[in-house]
């Protein structure tokens, strides 16, 4: 069946830092892939999502790509802040445009320091 | 704009007791989700629901039950409480699964 790996965490920056964290997956169909991020106490918010592949999404300073070629959605920023700390899932969506059920990666913690 | 409620946010249950856990969208949304999160694991799908009065069983639906008789409101019921259900939900939905999930804040339960 379809699944997410993430890199596992924890991962530790000084802010200003460059940050990738790592998202690969396998799937039989053309999934749409997301970024969500969780941050301390709170729910999950959809941080970015790419539809089809070579796409771009972006946020709040976050990438990631849709490269099929390596089946991978990896997550970047130029320059971590104290206020990133928090945890990142990669998800996706067994048909793209049909989320009715995401496949969930199991979170990379993150936290920045000053 | 208050987009995914659930209500309570911490509960404290003893074994064998039972508790419903409310959630509610105003987004129109029809698809509707619970999730648990154990510490320092992902997400498991619990139930899942694609409109009202259509639901179905997630990855661990053992111990919970759910309804859906409107399109806004998608309570899970605990029957029995079991420590192994110390957990924190997290009801989420989605409009046809084009924009991403909507997640509320999440109920933390404790069964003692």
């Known amino acids: 069946g379809d699944s997410v790996t993430q890199m596992e965490g924890p991962v530790t920056l000084s802010e200003e830092a460059f940050l990738t964290i790592n998202c690969t997956y396998t799937?039989?169909?053309?999934?749409?892939l997301f970024w969500y991020v969780q941050y301390p106490g709170e729910g999950l918010q959809l941080l970015l999502k790419?539809?089809?592949a070579d796409d771009k999404g972006s946020n709040k300073g976050f990438e990631a790509t849709y490269r099929k070629e390596t089946t991978s959605f990896h997550l970047e920023k130029g320059s971590v802040q104290v206020s990133d700390s928090a945890v990142y899932f990669c998800a996706l969506s067994e048909d793209a445009g049909n989320n009715r059920k995401l496949i969930w990666g199991l979170g990379t913690s993150l936290a920045v320091n000053p | 704009n208050a987009g995914v409620t659930q209500t309570p946010k911490f509960r404290i249950l003893k074994i064998g007791q039972s508790m419903t856990l409310q959630c509610a969208q105003d987004?129109?949304?029809?698809?509707m989700y619970w999730y648990r999160q154990d510490p320092g694991m992902g997400l498991k799908l619990i139930y899942y629901s694609v409109g009202a009065g259509i639901t179905d069983k997630g990855e661990v639906p053992n111990g919970y039950n759910v309804s859906r008789s409107t399109t806004e409101d998608f309570p899970l019921r605990l029957e029995l409480a079991a420590p192994s259900q110390t957990s924190v939900y997290f009801c989420?939905?989605?409009?046809?699964?084009?924009?991403?999930?909507?997640f509320g804040s999440g109920t933390r339960l404790t069964v003692v």
């Open positions: 987004m129109n949304h029809n698809y």
């Open positions: 989420a939905s989605s409009y046809e699964g084009l924009y991403g999930y909507t």
């Open positions: 790419a539809t089809k």
């Open positions: 799937a039989t169909g053309y999934p749409s």
